[in-house]
């Protein structure tokens, strides 16, 4: 409370784009247009505006060159103008630093404040923004392995039960998570929109940006980036899958920028949107909670993610997690994974070093 | 208004189940068990329960044994039990008939209200559901064609601008719509859920319904549904398509239970959830606006419809239609449609007798 | 016979390219290279020579600019270049026409013979060509709706049964044909490759062409390609589909080029390797023989097709089918087909016309 | 020769089905038909006889009951019934055991020879063959995943290039192979039906039969037979994929019966037909040559195959391989694999372990 009004959350409608610093603009370029087909909104010499074919928003991803490939923030649209000083207002009740601009931080988005949230993560909140030309039935530009939404944010956090308090606060819904029969918690997805997750928080050092996720419309639109990435010969940035997600249900593939950036690409999971939608708890032992078809999960995956930059454009400080690693506890020779219920064998562990 | 407290209306999350009376109970049930693969949560000799396999509430249709072929209730889910007072209280307000039933309506779905509402459409609201196993992940029982969710219901009516101001009031947003440049209203879609509709209306004499829709995940699921229609010798139930609509973009397809109910197989359309969402408003004229491919659309589709019935089980008497009919415009020797731009040529009229 | 030697015919490997003279080559590319992406081996200011995607040889179609758009040739591949000799001594016996070159016709083929057989129609077979590079891993160029080889030629000749002896002793097999009670042949369908066709006659006024087809690998790719045309607004431009074949089971669209040249996108057919492949024969009056979903067949895909040349470059005059058409027998008035089997009901006459 | 007179080759049409011995019927029966969806044409207590959804002879699998899992015969399908005494002859001039049964070895199938090859495998020729439905448009009974042909068989040998001039002495054609700057073959496809193979050897200690593949039509169908193994718990029977194969460039997955046997479920690979059908060589160190995508390769798929029997039923003695393996030249601390072309970096080794 401030003074007896109630300090309500901004409505958040989804999450929208990414303001991303990479460290060779033309290179990023190569990887996110000619690679994976996003449309240009609007260029220049040190910033690139990129749309999915179904959006209509100015863009979903903004590349800007600069000296530390990081996240520069995580921007949420809000459903009206007053849900920005609302986001304003929460945070700063919650002690974060945030700033307000309301011609808007880049190009094509108007009034937003920036925040630095109780995690370290930079959050951006708008909802001004300029309506550009939805591709959605332009076919004509479809591209085999054509992205078409953004999806959602993977973020890393060492504390996964606070940043689940701190994003309920804030009007997130839990749709999925991983626990073990301890109570530690070691990843949750977290949903505005009717979908698993606008925002996902894996366990481990941070903060940090696990990755990015867009969108396809079939499994086979994965597939060929796949094998696109291998005509390029750049399959070593493949760095897991495609496969099947226990949680989530999606079908992903994971792949990495010239920069490191992890980016997913993703389909089909499920509708959350019910006010009762049932969560579904998956205990870290159970070798298909990450793929459902059992296939191991790469070291790096759970090692690697992007630093974040506070408001001044510096790298946020990475904590290290105290909490049991998912990693330690499920790979290698402590690790202790079943594919079947218990009682029916089957074990896989050594598919999993 | 009642006494200076303004009645709202309730906060509706989606379309949720349509009840409906076939004259044939164990031929309807070939056709959405055995066909289509619905999955049987509960029947008895009177009625049968079916769910889609993404579906967490008890049902998504109840197939009931009846006299006359004809929709008892289209059903829609709200998010709060208050919600089922505010929309008894706000149809009431209306002059319109409602009737609550605290136990429910059918098995599975508890305190509900039905309403004749100002269409003369019977709607449900109910909160209170059972949940049942969400078969989300059982790929051990997704058969090649699986149905996954309830899409929307589409309902016939004479005056569309009438129908949509009332939904609109009720707080559903519109998509997309079709006119001409009279300013003749030919049929509109509108959302609660962030898809294109929940409910559509289709200019005709009504109130009827026009079809139930239930989406798959890929376009090769519904290929594989006409695939067994033809090899069970039913493609005469095969009314219209496959095609892609240039309303919704959806990849879609109309077949015919044994009653004449229109079932159509949809999936892709495409995400609404932002508050200013672009209106897609479409020139009846446009060839392309029902196909995208300009494929002709076969009159019964325009002309046939099912009954609905009021609450106390009577069909409701159908209403002609006094402003122009899409049939009329677009079809036959008075009909003029185009497929390209103005000044490009290209019209493919002799394709649609 | 020719002096006791016994002329043995030669032994052809597949159907390999079309020689196709167009009005306006500009035109010509923006359908075949813009829209369809085959891709181009070379081209100058008269002609094109194109491949689909896995094609190792030279071209699988030459664009030619011509004053009367008709087929030049249908090349086929034999197997040796011996073979070429037995092509053109088969023919001489029989009396037909031929010409032979030592260097080919067209760029990137050598030593072949074309003939005018004796349907009339001009037969090109070749052994020597040039390898160009297969592009099946260059998923780098792979577009959505990707051509990824030719599949068939398919002409229209009055005679059938004459054209089925007439191929039967070139060396073709019969895969499938479609039949009355009476004993007409409306079509056949013919192979060498292990494919269900690399010639199909189709009974009508010619000689003529009715279509050329290239396969894709899904039938996502079919659907593509429609959805392509409806966004460059050349929607009149698909002819028929897409659909399922009864026979041939495959998977297929029709379209016109600029010229009115059909042609056909097709997937999905079965091996016929086997030297006892099965015959299927299909009843004109079954409903599901040219649409498995029993959609209509437009009128136009009866009637119309292209002129074929002579060795001059002359149009060969169209000869009038006398058998009944399978138009009249199966559309109007007049046409009496089914689409259940006997016994079952379900005629679907009324969706014809 | 044998008295002057060649002994020519069979003319081998493709392989055609596996007589596989399993140690418990019902769990192998779990398996290929609950499971994987094959059809059963005969059954009784000690075989079944299961066959493709588009296949019309007999069967393309055998599974008997008995006391050691192993493969009791490679059948293949030769052109005329005068080929099985070709076969019987070239066999019997090479000094290979024979035995030939005018009754047939197996239900549904007629006079057939089975010899012990030079390679010591034991195959079947056989000409004459019950022919049944062919399902092909039987999609009432097409399942999600459906297996639609018998693909090829996958044979272990240690000396590549010598069972590679015994197969193309007996007219097998080679499409692709793995092989090494310093000259060591590693694996070859070689291939009757024009596809990329009806065989193939792969380097290692045998006789023994890597894997029996099936395909399926698309892409999507592969996916869904992971995903209900995940469904069915029994994840850990996918060994390996999916993935694409640069070999080949097929769409694969392998898995593994109860007695582990290994399963490939294939589909897309190219077409071969034509007489100089270009050969693709790999280099060992090619990382993307097993899979496209770079994914490893799990050390069992190197190591572990399925014994064969002799014509008495007894295991064949498996030989070690005495050239280098694939999987120590390619995995591990030895190994040295690239991803990119030489100079463009990319190695992915530590991906490999």
Redesign the interface.
């Known amino acids: 409370m401030t003074g007896g009004t109630p300090v309500i959350p901004p409505d958040v409608?989804?999450c929208a784009y990414l303001d991303l610093v990479v460290s060779d603009l033309a290179a990023a370029r190569r990887f996110y247009v000619d690679l994976l087909g996003l449309h240009v909104t609007a260029e220049d010499e040190s910033a690139i505006h990129l749309r999915c074919f179904?959006e209509?928003?100015h863009h979903n991803l903004v590349l800007r060159q600069g000296p530390v490939p990081a996240v520069a923030a995580f921007a949420f649209?809000v459903?009206?103008p007053e849900d920005v000083d609302r986001a304003e207002a929460w945070y700063r009740e919650r002690g974060c630093r945030t700033e307000r601009r309301p011609g808007g931080f880049v190009r094509g988005v108007g009034d937003a404040v920036r925040v630095q949230d109780p995690l370290g993560f930079p959050y951006e909140f708008f909802h001004q923004v300029e309506?550009v030309e939805?591709l959605?039935?332009?076919?004509?530009?479809?591209?085999?392995g054509?992205l078409?939404?953004l999806d959602h944010f993977n973020q890393v956090t060492p504390d996964v039960p606070r940043g689940r308090a701190y994003l309920e606060d804030l009007g997130f819904r839990v749709s999925e998570d991983i626990k073990d029969a301890a109570g530690t918690t070691y990843a949750v997805w977290m949903h505005r929109?009717?979908t698993v997750h606008d925002a996902a928080l894996t366990g481990g050092n941070g903060p940090r940006m696990h990755h990015l996720a867009f969108a396809t419309?079939?499994?086979?639109d994965i597939?060929?980036i796949?094998?696109?990435?291998?005509?390029?010969?750049?399959?070593?940035r493949?760095e897991r899958g495609?496969g099947?997600h226990?949680v989530s249900?999606a079908?992903y593939l994971y792949i990495l920028d010239p920069d490191g950036h992890r980016v997913e690409i993703y389909t089909?999971d499920?509708?959350t949107?019910?006010?009762?939608?049932?969560v579904v708890t998956w205990d870290v032992h159970d070798?298909?909670r990450r793929d459902?078809?059992?296939?191991p999960v790469?070291p790096s995956w759970y090692t690697e993610a992007s630093l974040v930059l506070d408001l001044d454009g510096n790298p946020q400080p990475v904590l290290e997690r105290s909490d049991p690693s998912e990693l330690a506890v499920t790979v290698g020779a402590d690790g202790f994974s079943y594919?079947?219920?218990p009682g029916?064998g089957?074990?896989?562990l050594g598919?999993q070093v």
């Open positions: 409608v989804r179904e209509f928003i649209r459903r009206t309506h939805r959605t039935r332009r076919y004509d530009l479809y591209s085999a054509e078409v939404r929109k009717q419309h079939e499994k086979h597939i060929q796949c094998d696109k990435m291998g005509a390029l010969r750049i399959s070593d493949i495609p099947r226990g249900n079908f089909q499920y509708y949107g019910d006010p009762d939608n049932p070798n298909q459902w078809w059992g296939n790469v594919t079947r219920a029916q089957g074990f896989k598919h």
